[in-house]
């Protein structure tokens, strides 16, 4: 059970909270959670700040509470100290299982403001930029502005952690998940 007396709380907590869009709330697969995390299962977190589709580049974060009771209380659980960066395709992109290298996802990140950056082949092979496109994780090396805050992601491994490749229709959500918090559930 976390406690919020572990988790550093600086700033005036009497201001009004800042509004935050997109907000992420996955459990993720047991490909994640049993061997890669040790059998700990988990919760992700992932948010920016703004209103609507408007994203705020000054948002500072936010702070995550939970409630163990059915929410009639809830405990400071943690702390989300950078924007996820999320944004929605505007093509389509087919099934593909493995390593995909004929696909192109189109993205438009103008709702959290956020870039995606290229790393190499066998970094996103091992798991780096991890990304959720609806129900389905994928790690991408490849991301090529083509226009604002538009991008072509190319180079993917589909399926990660065991879920399932599948087709993605335009306006789907994508959620880049290094910026998310990590919350491991507690065993009750």
Not at 15 to 21: I, K, Q, T
Not at 163 to 175: K, Q
């Amino acid at each position: 059970d976390p406690s919020a007396s572990t988790i550093s709380t600086s700033g005036n907590t009497a201001v009004d909270a800042e509004p935050v869009n997109n907000v992420l709330i996955y459990e993720p697969p047991v490909g994640y959670t049993g061997p890669k995390n040790g059998g700990v299962a988990q919760i992700w977190f992932g948010a920016t700040g703004g209103m609507g589709s408007t994203f705020d580049p000054n948002w500072g974060g936010c702070y995550v509470h939970g409630s163990l009771d059915g929410g009639v209380s809830y405990t400071q659980i943690g702390k989300i100290v950078a924007p996820m960066a999320h944004g929605i395709l505007i093509g389509s992109i087919p099934s593909v299982a493995g390593w995909d290298t004929t696909s192109t996802m189109s993205v438009d990140m103008s709702s959290s403001g956020q870039e995606l950056e290229t790393i190499t082949d066998a970094s996103a092979q091992a798991g780096g930029n991890l990304a959720l496109v609806n129900n389905e994780l994928l790690c991408f090396s490849t991301a090529t502005l083509t226009g604002t805050n538009q991008y072509a992601v190319t180079r993917m491994q589909r399926g990660f952690y065991g879920t399932t490749p599948a087709s993605h229709s335009a306006g789907a959500n994508f959620a880049q998940l290094d910026n998310t918090l990590k919350i491991d559930l507690p065993t009750d």
